[in-house]
């Protein structure tokens, strides 16, 4: 594979290859993977009981400064996988018996992974776990592959956009691509378990001195949306990581009167979902990118 690449919203033009990495998302043209294993730290529509079946990928289009994954999302590491192995690594994953594949943070591979994809019977919802930060032309990429998008919608304003993950126009690409992911799937649909098969589930980190914005985003989906068409997660679990001396604003964390402000809000608005409380701001939940469940040898 080797091609000039323009598929997210940054638009970078940069040359990928098999083996070279390059562009905003430093990554090659071939998927790297960090971990493919159960996961447990979603929606509970999603991770069940036998949890979610993450797979990681490393590089990511966007700079957000307090990012928990920084580990993986700003280098490009991994394991290079064929489309083969990549598919050889979901059937495998999926034969852990996990509810659904989870996709997270892929939206720079989305070619090798469409192709991985396209023809593949896994008998379990693809999960598209994605920044929000996507174009619509790409997203058409994954049309009739991808069953369940989850999307974070982080900004409402582009300063904010800017001056933490670098993309002033996040706000009107994520809105456009929340648009696109529903007209695709359509309304939700939950199976008796209260998995979610089919849909859109709208994520929202509430950031320290971002609470009106996190009032904006939940006005968008109660306003852009029938009424229970789309699910919507509101979390309290910021925790600040290290290196943010030129950010002081997010060096605390979420109050429990605002974190209670906002799901009174939530409820008023008739968003129907999910919501956390503060104590969940941990870094217990970050799993280990170690390789795990990535090649034929190592398994979940």
Request: hydrophobic share 30%; charged share 25%; aromatic share 6%.
């Given at each position: 594979?080797?091609?000039?690449?323009?598929?997210?919203?940054?638009?970078?033009?940069?040359?990928?290859?098999?083996?070279?990495?390059?562009?905003?998302?430093?990554?090659?043209?071939?998927?790297?993977?960090?971990?493919?294993?159960?996961?447990?730290?979603?929606?509970?529509?999603?991770?069940?009981?036998?949890?979610?079946?993450?797979?990681?990928?490393?590089?990511?289009?966007?700079?957000?400064?307090?990012?928990?994954?920084?580990?993986?999302?700003?280098?490009?590491?991994?394991?290079?996988?064929?489309?083969?192995?990549?598919?050889?690594?979901?059937?495998?994953?999926?034969?852990?018996g996990v509810h659904n594949i989870n996709l997270v943070t892929g939206s720079h591979f989305v070619r090798p992974i469409a192709e991985a994809l396209a023809g593949l019977t896994l008998g379990v919802p693809v999960v598209w776990n994605s920044s929000g930060y996507e174009s619509v032309e790409t997203l058409r990429m994954l049309e009739g592959l991808v069953q369940v998008y989850m999307p974070d919608f982080k900004y409402w304003k582009a300063e904010p956009a800017k001056r933490y993950s670098a993309a002033a126009d996040y706000p009107e690409t994520a809105r456009a691509a929340i648009r696109e992911m529903y007209r695709q799937r359509g309304p939700v649909c939950l199976d008796e378990d209260g998995l979610l098969r089919s849909g859109v589930l709208i994520r929202h980190l509430i950031l320290p001195g971002q609470e009106l914005a996190a009032m904006d985003v939940m006005d968008f989906a109660a306003e852009e949306f029938p009424a229970g068409s789309v699910l919507f997660s509101l979390m309290s679990q910021y925790t600040p990581m290290p290196g943010l001396e030129r950010f002081p604003e997010l060096q605390g964390r979420i109050s429990s009167e605002t974190n209670d402000n906002l799901i009174a809000y939530m409820r008023r608005l008739g968003l129907e979902g999910f919501c956390q409380e503060p104590e969940a701001a941990t870094d217990e939940m970050i799993p280990a990118f170690d390789g795990t469940g990535v090649s034929d040898h190592s398994v979940p």
């Open positions: 594979m080797d091609y000039i690449c323009n598929d997210c919203p940054r638009r970078c033009g940069a040359r990928r290859t098999d083996e070279t990495a390059g562009g905003v998302c430093l990554s090659p043209a071939l998927p790297r993977v960090t971990r493919a294993a159960p996961h447990f730290g979603e929606e509970p529509c999603i991770s069940g009981t036998s949890g979610s079946g993450a797979v990681f990928f490393s590089g990511c289009s966007l700079r957000c400064v307090f990012c928990q994954n920084r580990e993986i999302s700003r280098k490009s590491v991994g394991q290079t996988l064929s489309v083969e192995e990549l598919r050889g690594t979901l059937l495998r994953l999926r034969d852990t």
